[in-house]
T-cell receptor, first 117, second 115 residues
Framework: GAVVSQHPSRVICKSGTSVKIECRSL??????MFWYRQFPKKSLMLMATSNEGSKATYEQGVEKDKFLINHASLTLSTLTVTSAHPEDSSFYICSASEDRAGNQPQHFGDGTRLSIL | AQKITQTQPGMFVQEKEAVTLDCTYDTSDPSYGLFWYKQPSSGEMIFLIYQGSYDQQNATEGRYSLNFQKARKSANLVISASQLGDSAMYFC????????????FGTGTRLQVFP
């Protein structure tokens, strides 16, 4: 089955640090990947749609300059949290789908727990 | 607007019993897809089952089945013979008809299976 790998799984860093999270589709090509944020005991909130070779599409209320997304190849998207602050602490998870017709599920990475001190 | 509603914040079930997790949706588009995901405490999202709006039969995958009632716009997940490892958060999601790449998630139901 389709596998999505996300790295790192956990990050603890000081306020002001920029943190890069990678999302890779291991056995399929993904022209589109998705980045979600999840607060404790809450549902997934879509942050942005990462498009290979073009700019990401951000959801309303998500700061583009804070959350930089790069989708440089068909198997890799990165999310960089720039100058992270404690309020950016959260669980970030990416997903990708093999099929744009809508019948196949999105496959998720294992997520990244980000803690900003 | 498209919307997914899960009205049960938490559910308890005894091991080996069946449990139904509710999900209702709202869309005016005739073509849509519905998904259920399981999220254990470790955080990963595990795909469980899919139902297409034009599928004639209810989807089944092992111990998971989907009770799809199109007229009522409900897509309840039924877990048979519950196991302790089924304890997790369960999310219902719908493929956004306006953008088939996007998923719209419900608020989730926390299932706890006790011995």
């Amino acid at each position: 089955g389709a596998v999505v790998s996300q790295h790192p799984s956990r990050v603890i860093c000081k306020s002001g640090t920029s943190v890069k999270i990678e999302c890779r589709s291991l056995d399929f090509q993904a022209t589109t990947m998705f980045w979600y944020r999840q607060f404790p005991k809450k549902s997934l909130m879509l942050m942005a749609t990462s498009n290979e070779g073009s700019k990401a599409t951000y959801e309303q209320g998500v700061e583009k300059d804070k959350f930089l997304i790069n989708h440089a190849s068909l198997t890799l998207s990165t999310l960089t949290v720039t100058s992270a602050h404690p309020e950016d602490s959260s669980f970030y998870i990416c997903s990708a789908s093999e099929d744009r017709a809508g019948n196949q599920p999105q496959h998720f990475g294992d997520g990244t727990r980000l803690s900003i001190l | 607007a498209q919307k997914i509603t899960q009205t049960q914040p938490g559910m308890f079930v005894q091991e080996k019993e069946a449990v139904t997790l509710d999900c209702t949706y709202d869309t005016s588009d005739p073509s849509y897809g519905l998904f259920w995901y399981k999220q254990p405490s470790s955080g990963e999202m595990i795909f469980l089952i899919y139902q297409g709006s034009y599928d004639q039969q209810n989807a089944t995958e092992g111990r998971y089945s989907l009770n799809f009632q199109k007229a009522r716009k409900s897509a309840n997940l039924v877990i048979s013979a519950s196991q302790l490892g089924d304890s997790a958060m369960y999310f219902c999601a719908m493929r956004d008809p306006l953008n088939t790449d996007k998923l719209i998630f419900g608020t989730g139901t926390r299932l706890q299976v006790f011995p």
